[in-house]
């Protein structure tokens, strides 16, 4: 049997990065920078109000109080957006409002709130200082500087700098395109009549949803029944356009494995058949469809799910340069005792309370248990050699919240 590691090495491996690409701003959220982002401009642009009030000669107001204002005509009304280029000549205030361009000759804003508000001319109650209430050019942003590092995740507080240093796109490196076959001749559409023997089809949405969380794009989501012909054509249609393909099901001992039929006979296109010593999920694929990667999951959903955390999730999301691929990990204490089966490592889903360091054993070990995953937020990691954990003892977790 492979060992868990080993087949996480093997899916690593055929994961590939795509080449970057330049994408609009609007499509970039959560993505990678691809490069460093310099400057083209500085931050503020030019020298402008950080107040609403009047831009004046500090000196103009050395002699106003609260009880002898000094008072100035007003000349100009600047307010934000004005492209003129003015000067303030002495003795004399703007009016102007927050973000406007500083006039020439100005070297302090007095905030409205110490004045009359005038219009025509302005009553001063209080000294200002050079300086004073001006927002310069380039304290923020030199133009020139490196403001964002390639491998960088792109938040939206970057988008808003991107956007205010006038760039309208940027290299990233793009998502993943992922995909999803789910197989079964028993699967049918969830909001269709189940007829005796069927079942819904639940893994397609589940791992459809969990390639989408782990950062990356969906190509299709479809069912095959347990027919080679059906399989393939799935393949043939959307394969072109995926960057990697998981399937569900079929690869299995029994007979009608429609996945290990398609691709399993000699002389096959490369995908590779194994058990896996861990529990759920012992099943395994991997290997390449005319070039493209497939991993071929195990049916039982939770064999389905803990799979794609386990070998797929963390390959995903390194190709793409997200940051932690990997789920936290955090040693926990098990408040009641666990078995687990010799020889195979197992990922039993579990609740885990950060806080108090403890973690309790959550629903059966079958990966037919859907419902415990679906309310677990970590999966214990018992190691291969371990059959029994007592209560009380410390074990490593995977944090899934
Ligand atoms: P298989 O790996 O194809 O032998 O399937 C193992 C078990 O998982 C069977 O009980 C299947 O009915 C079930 N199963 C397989 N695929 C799905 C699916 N997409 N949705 C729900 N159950 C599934
Ligand atoms: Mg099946």
Redesign the pocket.
Do not use: K
């Given at each position: 049997m492979r060992s868990v590691t080993e087949h996480q090495r093997v899916i690593a491996d055929m994961i590939a990065a795509r080449p970057a690409i330049t994408v609009a701003l609007a499509d970039a959220l959560g993505l990678v920078l691809a490069d460093d982002v310099v400057a083209p401009l500085s931050l503020p642009v030019f020298d402008n109000s950080a107040m609403d009030g009047y831009a004046v000669r500090a000196e103009d107001t050395a002699a106003a109080t609260p009880e002898r204002p000094v008072t100035l005509p007003v000349a100009e009304d600047i307010p934000a957006g004005r492209t003129d280029q003015l000067t303030l000549e002495p003795g004399t205030a703007h009016r102007i409002m927050t973000g406007a361009p500083l006039p020439a000759g100005a070297t302090a804003i007095v905030p409205v709130e110490a004045t009359d508000g005038g219009v025509q001319s302005v009553q001063i109650r209080q000294h200002s200082e050079p300086g004073k209430h001006i927002r310069r050019a380039g304290e923020d942003v030199d133009a020139g500087t490196t403001v964002l590092r390639a491998r960088e995740v792109v938040t939206p507080a970057a988008l808003g700098l991107l956007a205010a240093l006038g760039l309208a796109e940027l290299p990233v490196l793009p998502r993943q395109r992922v995909l999803v076959i789910?197989?079964?001749s028993?699967?049918v559409r969830p909001g269709t009549e189940l007829r005796p023997g069927q079942?819904y089809?639940?893994?397609?949405i589940m791992l459809a949803a969990a390639v989408r969380e782990a950062g990356a794009d969906v190509v299709a989501a479809e069912t095959a029944g347990d027919d080679v012909a059906q399989f393939t054509a799935v393949l043939d249609r959307y394969a072109p356009d995926a960057d990697l393909i998981i399937s569900?099901?079929?690869?299995?001992a029994?007979a009608y494995e429609v996945v290990k039929d398609a691709f399993g006979r000699e002389g096959d296109q490369g995908v590779q058949f194994v058990k896996v010593a861990m529990q759920p999920g012992m099943p395994q694929g991997a290997g390449r469809v005319a070039g493209t990667p497939i991993v071929t999951l195990?049916?039982?959903?939770v064999s389905a799910l803990v799979s794609f955390e386990v070998f797929i999730r963390p390959a995903l999301r390194a190709a793409m340069g997200l940051p932690n691929p990997q789920r936290p990990k955090r040693a926990a204490v098990l408040t009641e005792a666990v078995t687990s089966p010799r020889g195979k490592r197992q990922f039993r889903r579990a609740i885990l309370d950060p806080a108090a360091g403890r973690v309790t054993s959550y629903g059966p070990p079958a990966s037919?248990h859907l419902r415990w995953l679906a309310s677990a937020n970590a999966l214990l990691d018992i190691p291969e050699d371990v059959v029994e954990v007592p209560a009380g003892a410390e074990l490593q977790v995977w944090d899934l919240s």
């Open positions: 789910s197989t079964g028993e699967l079942i089809e639940s893994n397609g569900s099901g079929g690869v299995s029994g195990p049916g039982n959903p037919h």
